[in-house]
Nanobody, 115 residues
Framework: QVQLVESGGGLVQAGGSLRLSCAAS????????MGWYRQTPGKQRELVATIMWRGSTNYADSVRGRFTISSDVAKDTVYLQMNSLKPEDTAVYYC?????????WGQGTQVTVSS
């Protein structure tokens, strides 16, 4: 069983920054990829960014250039640095780890961006 613990959400004004953290109970090297998704009420969960243990990254068009995903393999932790936040970034952000054909999810952390 893979456990993911997220932290770093909160309330920020538009234009501000937040950094989310996701600590995994397994080595990042044991995953196919890790990443972040987000969800707002009534909408499907959507991809924000992913990172493979070799370092390759992928971003949603809506966040590219503003968000940066990174990992610390020594801490088995993935980060999402979010800059130039917009009200439309408001959502619950979920960490995901893909491993052996399964997706494991964190509990989610709320990010609220006020205008």
């Amino acid at each position: 069983q893979v456990q993911l613990v997220e932290s770093g959400g909160g309330l920020v004004q538009a234009g501000g920054s937040l950094r989310l953290s996701c600590a995994a109970s397994i080595s990042i090297f044991g995953t196919n990829y890790m990443g972040w998704y987000r969800q707002t009420p009534g909408k499907q969960r959507e991809l924000v960014a992913t990172i493979m243990w070799r370092g390759s990254t992928n971003y949603a068009d809506s966040v590219r250039g503003r968000f940066t995903i990174s990992s610390d393999v020594a801490k088995d932790t993935v980060y999402l640095q979010m800059n130039s936040l917009k009200p439309e970034d408001t959502a619950v952000y979920y960490c995901v780890a893909a491993r052996a054909g399964n997706d494991y999810w964190g509990q989610g952390t709320q990010v609220t961006v006020s205008s």
